[in-house]
């Protein structure tokens, strides 16, 4: 069965500091795709990233960037120069086929990333 | 445009009621689905329609009844809830592809007296 880990349940930082949200990953398919959300307080999860199996290049967008080893089926997330608005819960879900066109995401339990001014 | 609306955002409704939460999406998607997020856990998957037919049923109860009328709405109808169904209830669209992004509503905060 395919499970996702989110080890860290919580982390507080204060403002300007780097921050690693660690995501390890289960799963016996070749082909999958790994994603994280952002959840603010208001509720939405918003899209972060989708990386699929076969790309294990870094990604970096502004100050988030993305490290996927498959080696150690991990998917950790960096916040370069955390700021007050970073705050939020952080989900990383692994997909995986729900037949007829449909997807089911597997998600960690999130962890909740707090940032102190 | 990723956007997913859903209303109400706010609902509170008596263990007797009938209420509906809706959900549209513009994005020319045609899977769309329904999660519960209880307080401090991750979003749990309901339903999922694809081109409009329902393709999963997570085992919910019979309470949650989801249609969708077209393939820009989603809606589900409440009746007879117990007050463990208030959370928060997500909507979600996707390309009809299993390998597809999975885009979010701002939810309904569900209260059930």
């Known amino acids: 069965a395919q499970k996702v880990t989110q080890a860290q349940t919580e982390i507080s930082v204060v403002e300007k500091e780097d921050v690693t949200l660690d995501c390890v990953y289960e799963?016996?398919?070749?082909?999958?795709?790994l994603f994280w959300y952002k959840q603010p307080p208001s509720g939405e999860l918003v899209f972060l990233i989708r990386r699929n199996s076969f790309d294990e290049q870094n990604e970096i967008s502004g100050r988030y960037s993305w490290n996927f080893q498959k080696s150690t089926s991990s998917f950790n997330f960096t916040i370069t120069a955390s700021q007050v608005v970073d705050s939020a819960v952080y989900f990383c879900?692994?997909?995986?086929?729900?037949?007829?066109?449909?997807?089911?995401?597997?998600f960690g339990q999130g962890t909740r990333l707090t940032i102190n001014p | 445009d990723t956007e997913v609306t859903q209303t109400p955002k706010h609902l509170v409704m008596g263990m007797t009621n009938k209420k509906s939460l809706k959900c549209e999406q513009h994005?020319?998607?045609?899977?769309m689905y329904w999660y519960k997020q209880k307080a401090k856990k991750p979003p749990e998957l309901m339903f999922v329609y694809s081109y409009e037919k329902l393709s999963i049923n997570e085992s919910v109860p019979s309470r949650f009844s989801p249609e969708c009328p077209n393939s820009s709405l989603l809606n589900l109808h409440l009746h007879a809830l117990q007050p463990e169904d208030s959370a928060l209830y997500l909507c979600a669209s996707s390309q009809a592809a299993e390998t597809d992004t999975q885009y979010f509503g701002p939810g309904t905060r569900l209260t059930v007296l």
């Open positions: 879900a692994l997909s995986e086929a729900g037949g007829q066109g449909a997807q089911k995401l597997v």
């Open positions: 994005m020319g998607h045609r899977a």
């Open positions: 799963t016996r398919d070749t082909t999958y795709y």
